[in-house]
């Protein structure tokens, strides 16, 4: 597949997987904070409002947020085609089971505004269950990445963690975003979440940084390496800052004037930024951790060449439409004004 | 227990098949409610706007559908087909690359906007969005036929090792296959919308909505089915042609051809016979074939035979192509005898209505034949010529595969349920319910031979 084997030299596929970084990371963001939202919904029979107004908040992003997903496993596709197919056969159930979850919320979110009455409660259950195996799957899935695809008691433990982990840092990001979106009782109810979502995303990020460099001797090395580790630790130490600094925040929330309530889903945007460069700083150039660089797994130069010409102009088309969609719907998240 | 081949097949089939459906109604309903949008901004007429905001409260949903099935695609090739992107990828990726990147994007962002921000954005920013979702699924469609063309009928390009690489990209995109694929598709989809308007619409009608709209939106379904039918049988006798000459064997299989024959019939019913090597029960029109393929009566048609082992299975493919061709000439004669109703009796009569209500569906059977005619015509071959579909399958055990079929097929059982049934409760609602509130529509003096509305009866027929 590649014609330049091992050459190290070759410039193309960094900047593949620097895009790739991207959409994964914008992915992880905009869709983790839907997915969130999801996970958050109150499920009383009196909190139907409340629900209507958090779907509200998502209702004009969600199917953009989701695309990024498309694009990060398609620049996987396009640009790593060996890797794409190492890295889902081996997490074959796990992706089955995410793409089910991900096809429930997905309809739920349309069905229950034009279901008859007595089934809406059922999308808002089928809403909050697929986002919950899609978030759980896909922790599963970053914890045997990290693994390196290893199926022993001790390491499907860690993948549990990871699920749970990251199934508590898209709470985080989702309830951060409704801080800024709702008003009212509903926010603060919601900053009460954002608290609790935090301190066990938290928990999570501690115990994934801790046992990553533990299990894995060279992304030890890649970390703990004088004089670089005096540098690097700086995006754990920022990082931790990061979620001391918005718990304090959160406390205080909400201002008169609605103050500051923007502030929380920005640091958590820098705290996911950070995490995952965390991630890609300790496994780079490999993009199947131990076994495969991305200058083993890419495509034809003549291919990433056609593709690169395509992405450098059609991306920041496509930022600035979605910053547009953002503009239009900025504000608190007001009753879903269908059409 | 089914091998990892066969139910990789199956479930790549499902996928595929129940995720086609949505988009084949969803890139021409776009292009209708565009149409709806643009009328009411220039005539001001509210009744296009209450069309606009059914019919897009519809479009939602089906699009909804499109983008979660969809998305299972591009998981699929890593999943179960490794030998495909490992041996074609460099041709494949791209081209799904720009799928993603110009059509996914611009569909999903601005559709958040078309659907949502209608008192937000400016009526004229409103229409721009609708249309950039139009646009977004018809370059969606352009990209992913560009490359099913290309796996037909592959050109532009030179294997090294086994690994396939781009020539000239422009050959790849323009292969000899994709303008008739292409454009069979995009007619196909026109007709899909069609029907589902009018079905829908009649369905309303039935049902005695006394309003306007559901009229409105009959009419124009019915006068783009009428206009659409007759020239996709005229493109998609252009792309039997252009099949008969790049995938001789596919034709074969089609009409049922086992020897090579000059003068062969067009045969009308028959059981083909994969053990005897011929047809039982043939009912024919002699030489018809030939002079459809080859434009003279005595024209040479390529047998199977011609193909040992390296031709597709025949059964499905010519019940398959005469299911597509029956539900199309269908669909012809019920766009214009409805439109003979409304020119010249200027109503339609309620069995009429009825049986367009049992079309409703009718573009998703010949689009389904339709595309298992030309995707097992394929077979032996992933890629013509390039690679065989059994060399491209993954090493996973059969029954993780067979897991998530059912995983798959219970959940499209379910939302295919979900999915009519919301449908019907839409437009059992809008019977009674206005979409939008606004002053009374004008007299129907501007609008003419709309099928007339009844208020006063319940049957409601126009």
Redesign the interface.
Known sequence: MNEIINNGSDWLPVVFIGLMGLAVLAYAVLDGYDLGVGILLPMGEQDEPERDTMIASIGPFWDANETWLVLAVGILLIAFPSAHSLILMHLYIPVALMLVGLIMRGVAFDFRAKAAVDHKLTWDRTFKIGSLITTLTQGYMLGQYVMGFDYSVSSLLFCLLSALGVTAAYSYIGATWLVLKTEGELQTRVIRWARRAGRAALLGVISVSIINPLVNPGVFDRWFNYPLVMFVLLIPAICFLGFIFNDILLKRLPKDNDRHSALPFFITTIIFTLCFSGIGFSFYPYIVPGELTIWEAASARNSLQFILVGALIVIPLILLYTAFSYHVFRGKATQLDYH | MLDTLLLSRIQFAANISFHILFPTITIALCWILVFFKLRFDFTSDPVWMRA??FW??VF??T???G??????M??Q???NW?GY??TV???A??L???E???A???E??????M???????PSKVHTFSALMVAIGTTLSAFWILALNSWMQTPTGHEMRDG?A??VS?MEIIFNPSFPYRLTHMLLASGLTAAFFVCGISAYRILKGDPKLAPRLALKTGLIVAAILAPIQAFVGDAHGLNTFKYQPQKIAAMEGVWETEDGAPLLLFAIPNEETRSNDFAIGIPKLASLILTHKPDGKILGLNEFPNDHPPVAPMFFGFRIMVGMGVLMLITAWTGCYFLYRKKTLPTAYLKWLVVMTFAGWVATLAGWYVTEIGRQPWLVTGILRTADAV???APK?VA??LA??LT?YAV?MW?YI??LK??ALKAVTVEEFETAEPRAHGNLPNVPKAKVDTSGGVA
């Open positions: 606009y905001r897009v409260k939602a949903l699009f909804a559908l983008v979660v099935s969809g998305i299972t591009s998981f090739f890593g999943t490794p992107m490992e990828g460099n041709i990726g791209p799904l690359g720009y993603v990147l110009t996914f994007f611009l999903a962002t601005f559709l958040g906007i659907l949502f921000g209608i008192k937000r954005v690994v690489h781009a990209w993954t090493p996973i993780n897991l998530s995983l798959y959940t939302l979900a049934h919301t409760r839409m």
